[in-house]
């Protein structure tokens, strides 16, 4: 059984930083590809950063320049790290992984339950 465990989250006031951690574990080959998305309250999840299996990233024009996500191949772990935090932006952030699991032969969506980051102003 794979699972992703995200770590990291709380409260932070406006201006601050943060980093998130998704731990991958269970049985699998490998982990392909990680994205981080965030839900705030109300509104629907939205897309924040990838990283894919060549190590090269891309953002969401809201955090771009002041998030940087990035991985731990061997130890199956991804991080976001979030700069300049805004009070609008207080989310449940997840994390997403596409993973080959052990015995198959195709990639596989997995996500987190979430952490919770609350920015204050």
């Known amino acids: 059984q794979v699972q992703l465990v995200e770590s990291g989250g709380g409260l932070v006031q406006s201006g601050g930083s943060l980093r998130l951690s998704c731990a991958a574990s269970?049985?699998?080959?490998?982990?392909?590809?990680m994205d981080w998305y965030r839900q705030v309250p109300g509104k629907q999840r939205e897309w924040v950063a990838a990283?894919?299996?060549?190590?090269?990233?891309n953002y969401s024009a809201s955090v771009k320049g002041r998030f940087t996500i990035a991985r731990d191949k061997a130890k199956n772990m991804g991080y976001l790290q979030m700069n300049r935090l805004k009070p609008e932006k207080t989310a449940i952030y997840y994390c997403?992984?596409?993973?080959?699991?052990?015995?198959?032969?195709?990639?596989?969506?997995?996500w987190g339950k979430g952490t919770r980051v609350t920015v204050s102003s």
């Open positions: 997403n992984a596409k993973i080959m699991p052990l015995g198959e032969m195709t990639l596989r969506d997995y």
């Open positions: 269970g049985s699998m080959v490998f982990v392909y590809a």
């Open positions: 990283i894919s299996n060549d190590d090269s990233t």
